[in-house]
Nanobody, 124 residues
Framework: QLQLVESGGGLVQPGGSLRLACAAS????????IGWFRQAPGKEREGVSC????????YYADSVKGRFTISRDNAKNTVYLQMNSLKPEDTAVYYC?????????????????WGQGTQVTVSS
């Protein structure tokens, strides 16, 4: 069974940090580009960051540029999203997704597999 599982979400104060992980089972991630998306209540799902299959190309939404870092460890079949300087507006359910397109793109339609999401809440 092909599956992506996110972990690492939680409650954090503004200015704090979290590291999300996206682990794959049933397939290897090294042939896929990986994207992180988020969806806040009442809002559409939006792209946050993505990384190419080889890890050489990354992309960040303007809202997280300079604060978030995406990385991948193909040996562990896992992709990470390091989130620093978190703001209340970062509160959302965060999803990872895998695409057969090896290049990095934040178009929802190109992603083949999705995780179930992990909640991130930034609040004092």
């Amino acid at each position: 069974q092909l599956q992506l599982v996110e972990s690492g979400g939680g409650l954090v104060q503004p200015g704090g940090s979290l590291r999300l992980a996206c682990a794959a089972s049933g397939f290897t991630l090294d042939s896929y580009s990986i994207g992180w998306f988020r969806q806040a209540p009442g809002k559409e799902r939006e792209g946050v960051s993505c990384i190419s299959s080889g890890g050489t190309r990354t992309y960040y939404a303007d809202s997280v540029k300079g604060r978030f870092t995406i990385s991948r460890d193909n040996a562990k079949n896992t992709v990470y999203l390091q989130m620093n300087s978190l703001k209340p507006e970062d509160t959302a359910v965060y999803y990872c997704a895998a695409s057969r397109f090896r290049l990095c793109m934040l178009s929802i339609g190109i992603y083949d597999y999705w995780g179930q999401g992990t909640q991130v809440t930034v609040s004092s």
